[in-house]
């Protein structure tokens, strides 16, 4: 018997169809450029929204960091590996989010895993948006609850799963705050007012706008005046904010609860203390160096207005995520390789991340760009989508 047979079919009608990809290595810091197979080429795949992976003040946090407390922790948070610093990003991280308390976990996914998963029962429901994020999903499989899809930002349909599940204990409906795939914003304010209406709790993950929407990149409860009004806040440390981690922002009995049970903070070591300092610099850097975001949404605009006028369909995108839709999953890889060839690295995302027939090269801006990068992109992208036919 061949261990891997089926694996291995499976992986050749990949290849088959044009669509498996290696790992791309990046041998240069994460910027604006950077160097791949030895050439430099402009990154719009990151999601490095304000350039703060490589910020001086973050850099210099996490290395007095090292030499102040050692390289790791030891321990989960749980017995032994809670230190003074953590607790003390997590009440500044609180603070920033204008909610009673926060939380951190060893990601984003983790986050969302973390508190879907437990704090459920078989007596509660979860309602939640056709396109949200993997890690919602898997935390909805990992749960006792009902469940129950939505269609994308349709609230007749939101508000009629509320309705046909009002015999339930708790009904928590789950939203992406920006959805990574299409950049578009969610309707939260009629989100939170069917809730209201039906007393239903509120879950937004605003992994990609955290740093990006609100003041200071507070997130899309912020960008629409909500505070008091969402009862759960998750986000990533990993995207905007450039380090790594995620967190849950809200009551404090919502962050006693998750400690005592939620499984992925329970049993995952703590982050090291160069990751902790240096998400409460980028902290520092969101609240004073607002020109940051500034510079992104400017980048965003008119990268977006670029791709409209050569007459790309950019799926209605109101963020710094702009997918350039293509379709066929085999057409995209391609174009993706042919933007390479251009010094743009811009990958092509297909199915199963995306629907079939939904296929893009997904490009993220961020305020690192300059206006030549992203002509350069822009002219990248006419001269290789006239080559295979695509304008």
């Avoid at 928590?172 to 959805?179: I, Q, S």
């Avoid at 400017?298 to 293509?326: M, Q």
């Avoid at 174009?335 to 390479?340: K, Q, V, Y």
Wanted: proline share 3%.
């Amino acid at each position: 018997m061949k261990p891997f047979a089926h694996l291995e079919k499976e992986i050749q009608e990949w290849k088959a169809a044009g669509t498996f990809r290696p790992l791309t290595e990046i041998e240069s810091e994460q910027g604006a450029r950077v160097v791949i197979r030895g050439k430099e080429v402009v990154q719009l795949s990151s999601n490095n929204y304000l350039g703060l992976t490589n910020h001086p003040r973050l850099k210099k946090a996490a290395l007095e960091a090292v030499e102040q407390y050692g390289a790791g922790t030891g321990s989960v948070r749980t017995i032994a590996g809670t230190f003074s610093m953590h607790e003390q990003f997590e009440k500044r991280l609180a603070q920033f989010k204008h909610t009673e308390a926060a939380l951190v976990f060893q990601s984003g996914f983790t986050s969302n895993v973390g508190v879907v998963a437990s704090i459920l029962t078989d007596e509660d429901v979860v309602i939640s948006d056709e396109l949200n994020h993997a890690s919602i999903i898997d935390g909805i499989r990992l749960t006792k609850a009902k469940r129950r899809i939505y269609r994308h930002n349709d609230m007749d349909d939101l508000e009629k799963a509320l309705k046909e599940t009002q015999d339930s204990r708790v009904r928590l409906v789950v939203t992406d705050g920006v959805f990574s795939m299409d950049g578009d914003i969610a309707p939260l304010p009629q989100i939170v007012e069917l809730c209201e209406k039906y007393d239903a709790l509120v879950m937004v993950d605003d992994a990609h706008a955290s740093g990006v929407l609100g003041k200071n990149g507070r997130g899309t409860v912020d960008h629409y005046g909500l505070h008091g009004r969402v009862h759960i806040q998750v986000g990533t440390l990993s995207k905007a904010i450039g380090v790594l981690g995620g967190y849950v922002a809200g009551a404090q009995v919502l962050r006693d609860y998750l400690i005592h049970r939620a499984r992925p903070f329970l049993f995952s070591t703590s982050h090291p203390p160069a990751v902790t300092a240096a998400c409460n610099a980028a902290l520092d850097v969101l609240l004073e160096e607002p020109e940051l975001i500034d510079r992104l949404w400017e980048n965003t605009r008119f990268f977006k207005e670029g791709l409209n006028k050569l007459g790309f369909d950019t799926a209605g995108s109101e963020t710094p995520i702009t997918p350039v839709i293509v379709g066929d999953d085999a057409l995209a890889m391609k174009l993706s390789d042919e933007l390479f060839e251009r010094g743009v690295y811009a990958q092509g995302i297909v199915y199963p991340t995306v629907p079939k027939g939904k296929a893009r090269i997904r490009t993220i801006v961020t305020a690192s760009h300059t206006k030549e990068d992203l002509q350069f992109c822009l002219d990248a992208f006419e001269q290789a989508a006239k080559k295979l036919g695509i304008l």
